[in-house]
T-cell receptor, first 110, second 112 residues
Framework: QKEVEQNSGPLSVPEGAIASLNCTYS??????FFWYRQYSGKSPELIMF????GDKEDGRFTAQLNKASQYVSLLIRDSQPSDSATYLC??????????FGTGTQLKVEL | DAGITQSPRHKVTETGTPVTLRCHQT?????MYWYRQDPGHGLRLIHY???????DKGEVSDGYSVSRSKTEDFLLTLESATSSQTSVYFC???????????FGPGTRLTVT
């Protein structure tokens, strides 16, 4: 079992819809969870982080965390074509390390 | 970008040659990291540093060494490059342990 699992996609949503990106992780000791966005040919860019169970909202983005189920998700409301990118989930693991998923490719269609 | 530069940005080298990649930060962050990114594998940690002259291995450290003689610079060396080391290399920094990490622009390395 991979330490961090994400559906590779592509996930296609129409403009204006809600995109839901999911991530499961295996390390029950993970305390912090980060979502990065990566455009093709560019470096990862931090968009959200969450530490506590529940929801955290920042503009059009909502991160949801359920530690009991070892599940973290990212919702993007009112999806825009500029949201088309690969989204990487990264929980902290043992020591001072992030463990990255392979990412979900999101395509927002006009 | 959070004051992180990488050099060179692109490099083509031959098998068996040594290669050094440089990461430079202006944020005075304590932690620095080297990752490689390959299709199907995502980002994998090579080495990281938690202070000047303090480094540790990541999950894919074989064939790589690092050095950090100043807070702002973190060097990644491939002692004898192999084709399997063809990849995109990213440097990242963070201020504290378990903090969010910020990434540099990346270096595309091709070993022929």
């Amino acid at each position: 079992q991979k330490e961090v699992e994400q559906n590779s996609g592509p996930l296609s949503v129409p403009e204006g819809a809600i995109a839901s990106l999911n991530c499961t992780y295996s390390d029950r000791g993970s305390q912090s969870f980060f979502w990065y966005r990566q455009y093709s040919g560019k470096s990862p860019e931090l968009i959200m982080f969450i530490y506590s169970n529940g929801d955290k909202e920042d503009g059009r983005f909502t991160a949801q965390l359920n530690k009991a189920s070892q599940y973290v998700s990212l919702l993007i409301r009112d999806s825009q074509p500029s949201d088309s990118a690969t989204y990487l989930c990264a929980p902290t693991g043992g020591g001072n390390k992030l463990t990255f998923g392979t990412g979900t490719q999101l395509k927002v269609e006009l | 970008d959070a004051g992180i530069t990488q050099s060179p940005r692109h490099k083509v080298t031959e098998t068996g040659t040594p290669v050094t990649l440089r990461c430079h930060q202006t944020e005075n962050h304590r932690y620095m990291y080297w990752y490689r990114q390959d299709p199907g594998h995502g980002l994998r940690l090579i080495h990281y540093s938690y202070g000047v002259k303090d480094t540790d291995k990541g999950e894919v450290s074989d064939g790589y060494s690092v050095s950090r003689s100043k807070t702002e610079d973190f060097l990644l060396t491939l002692e004898s490059a192999t084709s399997s080391q063809t990849s995109v290399y990213f440097c990242a920094i963070s201020e504290r342990q378990f903090d969010e990490q910020y990434f540099g622009p990346g270096t595309r390395l091709t070993v022929t």
